[in-house]
Nanobody, 121 residues
Framework: QVQLVESGGGLVQTGGSLRLSCAAS????????MGWFRQAPGKQRELVAT???????NYADSLKGRFTVSRDNAKNTVYLQMNSLKPEDTAVYYC???????????????WGQGTLVTVSS
């Protein structure tokens, strides 16, 4: 069984920065893709950014230049550095891991419990 635990959310003022972390656990051999999605109140969950084990990244167009995704493969951890935050970035941010190989088998599309980011104006 794979678990993802996020941390780093909170309240920040407009223009501020936050760094989210997400650690995967569960006798993991490898994780192909890790990333972040977000869901604002009343809206659908949307892509923020993903990163493969080889370092290839994919960002939502609207977030390029402000958000940076990175990962530490040895720690099975993915990070999201968020700069120049705006009130419209307020959302629950969910960590995602896909194509996971563990001692007990393969897993796809595992989600964390979410961490709330609130940007005040």
């Amino acid at each position: 069984q794979v678990q993802l635990v996020e941390s780093g959310g909170g309240l920040v003022q407009t223009g501020g920065s936050l760094r989210l972390s997400c650690a995967a656990s569960g006798s993991i051999f490898s994780i192909n893709t890790m990333g972040w999605f977000r869901q604002a109140p009343g809206k659908q969950r949307e892509l923020v950014a993903t990163i493969t084990s080889g370092g290839s990244t994919n960002y939502a167009d609207s977030l390029k230049g402000r958000f940076t995704v990175s990962r530490d493969n040895a720690k099975n951890t993915v990070y999201l550095q968020m700069n120049s935050l705006k009130p419209e970035d307020t959302a629950v941010y969910y960590c995602n891991a896909d194509r996971i190989l563990t001692r007990s088998g393969r897993y796809s599309a595992v989600w964390g419990q979410g961490t709330l980011v609130t940007v005040s104006s």
